[in-house]
């Protein structure tokens, strides 16, 4: 079966029960779902596992599954690739892109790099195993602290590729880096007036966004931090109502774990839509998985040479979380 404008396109038949038949597959395949808290609801529903960049790639390296599938954007089939060289894995769409990777080309990397010699290079896990590959230490937004902190105060740093988490991480840890001007659409967006709006109309409500929003919007949070830690703060507070200023996509797992409580999308500011999407996570879906896992395509690659260079600073990155 070829594959069609990115994803296997073929008919299913009707009548098919789809949830049953990918629960079907995965055992016929042996094969292991794992899906980011950005995708739909649905798919996180059949996922064997849920979590942010850094917990699938954790998950990712011990599987003993002949097959993965990835249900997110590329960066994630790739790191799962360079971890489990052996495995098959697998992606939905391989159209399913992301935004903050695609402002950071890895010839245009090189050359920042190239300008500023006796920097070490800290990439955020949102980029190319391209740009990986010209990384001394990969970071998520959950442990990008915790590591930068961890490094030499004299060490000199370049921070690439998002600017708003470059800039947070700097005012958090005291750190003067050298960031890459790149940006992620969808926390770019957030509407700073529609969000202190949302606080005069709940104004209880705590407001949780990811590091990846722009300052003026973190200024405005109680609490900062990775899709996993909002998560995790939502489950524990007191509180029941609560503003969420990244992708909508968490909300799921947030109603699903705390049925108590209520979640509200902060909304972005060029739409009178209440939800901020990532449109290249939504491109996955029910029906692309299913062709997924019964033709094994699309499957991620990534070039051997590429695929080792890239491998020490996301190790580097596991052995520090």
Not at 42 to 48: K, P, R, V, W
Not at 115 to 144: Q, R
Not at 157 to 163: A, C, T
Not at 269 to 286: E, I, P, Q, Y
Request: charged fraction near 25%.
């Amino acid at each position: 079966m070829d594959v069609e404008n990115g994803f296997v396109n073929e008919p299913i038949p009707e009548g098919t029960d789809i949830r049953e038949e990918i629960i079907r597959l995965k055992k016929e395949k042996d094969a292991v779902v794992l899906a980011h808290y950005y995708q739909k609801g649905e798919i996180q529903d059949l996922a064997d596992f849920i979590g942010d960049s850094l917990a699938l790639a954790q998950i990712a390296r011990k599987l003993p599954n002949r097959v993965i599938v990835l249900c997110g954007v590329h960066f994630m089939g790739e790191t799962a690739k360079i971890l489990c060289p052996d495995k098959k894995v697998l992606v939905p769409d391989v159209n399913a892109g992301c935004s903050l990777a695609d402002s950071c080309p890895a010839d245009e990397f090189a050359a920042f790099v190239k300008e500023h010699p006796g920097h070490t290079v800290v990439s955020y896990v949102n980029t190319s195993a391209a740009v990986k590959a010209l990384t001394d230490i990969v970071v998520t937004s959950s442990n990008a602290r915790k590591i930068v902190d961890a490094l030499p105060k004299d060490e000199k740093l370049i921070f690439g590729p998002d600017r708003n988490l470059g800039n947070y991480i700097s005012s958090v840890t005291g750190r003067d880096m050298v960031v890459w001007d790149g940006a992620c659409h969808v926390h770019e967006q957030f509407s700073v007036e529609k969000l202190v709006q949302l606080k005069n109309e709940y104004p209880g409500a705590k407001v949780l966004a990811h590091p990846e929003c722009k300052k003026a919007v973190l200024l405005l949070a109680d609490k900062v931090g990775s899709t996993a830690a909002l998560l995790k703060y939502a489950q524990e507070s007191d509180e029941k109502e609560f503003i969420v200023a990244t992708e909508s996509g968490i909300l799921h797992e947030m109603r699903r774990s705390c049925p108590d409580k209520t979640f509200i999308p902060a909304p972005p500011s060029d739409s009178t839509c209440a939800c901020n999407d990532c449109s290249f996570m939504k491109l996955n879906t029910l029906e692309k998985l299913y062709n997924t896992l019964k033709y094994e395509q699309p499957e991620i690659t990534v070039d051997p040479v590429v695929a080792e260079k890239a491998l020490k600073p996301i190790e580097r990155m596991l052995a520090m979380s």
